[in-house]
């Protein structure tokens, strides 16, 4: 075994190991039940993440997924079902109409009535959405298992993009997570294995391209913040094995 120069004292792998890198790529372990409730805040940010990726996304015969609605109701867009009324209807039932209403209503009329329609009946019967009165308004909302499952939708969409010319630096990530936050420490560790990073110590993981935002994020996402280290680091010695791993030879 050798260690790296500097501070830390981070180990690599036996040669004998480092002939058998394999790429594993894992889907983060579904326990977001033990996660706390997301704040309406925290859901509006990563609601925008999910809709962000879905706006580049075409919608073949504007067709309504679930996830396309979820992510519109948790960005704070109103679904009034008014909305399958008759245009005309609307405007003489409420010709004060503010801003909002109309820019969500143009949001909603990208995907076909009865497709939508047909969503919000699953997601009703999935418990994800409710229907509420709201100013004489019939409306529909998130409920608590709605807004979880707009977490797991964001982990789904995490990604790190990869630059085409890769930078030379190495990123490590190294946590430390208390044995009473075992199930967060395991799920974060799930996540960053599903996003493609390599596993130098049992706590030390390593990506070779930017990703200070994802991992930003995760920290946030999980509460494990002052306990997960982000490195970026210019040498790894003897990093030929780890440069085949990614790619980069």
Known sequence: MRDILGDGRFYLLSMKKQSQLRIRKRKPKEHLDSLPLPTDEKVITLARIIEKKIRKEEVREKYAPVKHVLALLGTGAVLSLSLFVAPSAIMLAKPFLDEKYRRDES????YNPYYLKRAIRRLREQKLVTVEERDGEEVVTLTNNGKRRILRYSLEDLEIEKPRVWDGYWRLVIYDVSVPRRA????????IRGLGFYQLQESVWIYPYPCEEQITFLREFYGVGTEVIYVVAKKLEDDEPYRTYFGLV
Do not use: C, G
């Not at 949001?107 to 990208?110: E, P």
């Not at 967060?184 to 560790?189: P, V």
């Open 107 to 110: 949001a909603w009329k990208r």
């Open 184 to 191: 967060l420490r395991d799920m974060f560790r799930e996540t």
